[in-house]
């Protein structure tokens, strides 16, 4: 088939443009398609096509008849199809530039949404970061480092687990102020990485806990680590223009040894820090089984402890104190038990002051011994006083003075009955608070003695400033002194009687103790000699006997 021309329609409504095939030379006119021919071709091939809103029927209706009227009618359509042309071609430039125009916006759409993705990217970037890292070091955090550790065992034959700890960081933060408390935090997490390999994985644990990881090393390198370690935290950190001096005590695990799990590892090393803080701090541990041992058994006395508090389960014992110029009891030191007897005070109590039960406990204490103060006082018995003992702990308590000064009110009973027993502890982490409690309880009018003189702090000191009635000597100061050189007692007690105090010998078990002590000039004594800490029952018994020195008990 002999291609001879294109007849060219345009729909300006669809933006179609549609070509005709001319196939006979009858149907041109001057070398050019008749109308009617390029209609009826598209009528043929478009039989739904439109121009200008005239379909093909009306149009070629137009072309039909004589042939002078088929040219004007001819004519006159053909200038409109160029018109119609005109404005095709003009449509398809508008629509030309209004894509360009478009391609244009989708462009800039495309660099915002670009920007914008990089800024979100930015963004999570920050947040990854902030979540994952220590604020004030940079270092990674706890969770962090569980996770990159975690992930490193798996690869690695041997690692060690050092938590590090900050001894009494709390009095640089109280003297100094947490800013530069944490400018010293800085310092120490830059020499704890610069004293770290590039295999070791530093984190900080939060407030002044540090931990870090070590993979394949020996046990003999691990000593050495942590003596190079120690020895650069102790150099001086200046902050503010002041030389400060710290100490540290670090908790040691070891992978596969001492665990498998990052969370046990982890738990390993803190129970070994615990043992060096215990143990007087300043020092490092390695984990051994005995420690969870005895944190197991720890747990237990914990919860043993709490069931008491809950179903009454304490009672409170009696020990006399003996008035060694007129031979008679001159008061009692309460002292709490457990009434199922399962655990000793001696192991309870640390454990109470370290959970903070203590506080619970040393008020039930309080409230037991202003009630039988109360009932000895409506029996008649003579006006004796009882000692309850005041934890360093306690020092927490601040409403404790209220406390008594209420129960005393509510029961009717004379403030001086009641002795408080402080220790020189008290005054050591926080002295300007520990003084005004105990000053509050001074204005309750409570007595005050200073217990467990003489176990290794400059006690005389104390003396000077806190105004307490009584001391009491320590058993470990009467048996190092007395056997052998008790003129040094005897001077000590000479010395606080000068001060205007009265002096209480604690532990006193034999006749032969009891009789140099009393040579010596001591006021009061209390021991097994005279009589064990009793029951509530058998301490009112005694209540108002005396004893006969001629080696004889209270009768």
């Avoid at 003075?401 to 402080?422: A, F, G, M, Q, W």
């Avoid at 509050?440 to 007595?447: A, F, P």
């Amino acid at each position: 088939m002999q291609l001879i021309a294109n007849i060219l329609t345009i729909n300006l409504f669809s933006d179609k443009i549609l070509y005709n095939v001319v196939e006979k030379k009858d149907d041109l006119i001057d070398g050019i398609p008749t109308l009617c021919v390029g209609l009826e071709m598209t009528k043929k091939n478009y039989p739904n096509f439109n121009l200008l809103d005239m379909n093909i029927d009306e149009m070629t209706k137009w072309t039909y008849g004589p042939r002078e009227k088929r040219n004007v009618y001819e004519s006159r359509l053909s200038k409109f199809i160029f018109a119609a042309l005109f404005l095709g071609v003009f449509r398809l430039v508008f629509m030309l530039k209004k894509h360009e125009r478009m391609t244009k916006e989708l462009s800039i759409s495309r660099d915002s949404l670009l920007s914008s993705e990089q800024k979100m990217k930015s963004q999570f970037e920050r947040l990854e970061y902030v979540v994952s890292h220590d604020s004030t070091t940079g270092l990674i955090n706890r969770q962090e480092f569980v996770d990159k550790i975690s992930g490193e065992l798996v690869t690695h034959d041997s690692c060690a687990f050092f938590i590090i700890d900050i001894d009494d960081f709390k009095k640089i933060n109280d003297s100094m102020g947490h800013h530069y408390g944490d400018e010293i935090i800085k310092m120490i997490a830059d020499r704890i990485e610069r004293m770290s390999s590039m295999d070791a994985v530093v984190g900080r644990f939060g407030g002044d806990e540090f931990i870090i990881a070590i993979m394949d090393v020996t046990e003999e390198e691990i000593e050495s680590y942590i003596e190079k370690l120690r020895n650069a935290l102790k150099q001086k950190f200046i902050v503010n223009g002041k030389n400060i001096y710290l100490n540290f005590s670090t908790g040691i695990a070891l992978y596969p040894k001492d665990g498998n799990m990052i969370s046990d590892l982890v738990v390993n090393a803190d129970l070994a820090l615990s043992r060096v803080k215990i143990s007087g701090k300043d020092s490092y541990a390695f984990f051994d089984e005995e420690m969870k041992r005895e944190a197991r058994r720890k747990e237990e006395i914990e919860n043993t402890l709490r069931r008491a508090i809950n179903e009454n389960g304490f009672e409170v014992y009696f020990q006399p104190k003996i008035d060694l110029r007129y031979g008679r009891v001159a008061g009692f030191e309460a002292l709490i038990r457990l009434k199922d007897k399962s655990v000793g005070p001696s192991v309870f109590i640390p454990i109470a002051e370290e959970t903070g039960l203590i506080i619970t406990i040393d008020r039930w204490v309080t409230s037991e011994v202003i009630k039988r103060l109360s009932q000895w006082k409506i029996m008649g018995l003579d006006r004796i006083p009882v000692s309850v003992n005041y934890s360093a702990k306690q020092m927490r308590d601040k409403e404790y003075p209220s406390y008594v000064r209420e129960l005393l009110e509510k029961e009717n009973v004379e403030p001086d009955l009641l002795d408080i027993e402080i220790t020189e502890g008290i005054f050591i982490d926080d002295n300007a608070s520990s003084k005004g409690v105990v000053e509050e309880l001074r204005q309750v009018g409570v007595t005050l003695s200073m217990d467990d003189f003489g176990t290794g702090y400059s006690s005389l000191n104390y003396l000077n400033y806190i105004d307490v009635d009584y001391v009491k000597l320590d058993k470990s100061m009467i048996d190092r002194y007395l056997e052998h050189d008790d003129e040094v007692l005897a001077c000590t007690i000479a010395l606080i009687h000068s001060l205007g105090l009265k002096v209480v010998a604690e532990g006193i078990d034999s006749w032969g103790n009891c009789d140099r002590i009393r040579e010596c000039g001591c006021d009061y004594i209390q021991g097994n000699l005279f009589g064990k800490a009793m029951p509530i029952d058998e301490a009112t018994k005694i209540h108002d006997k005396s004893v006969n020195f001629e080696h004889d008990v209270i009768r």
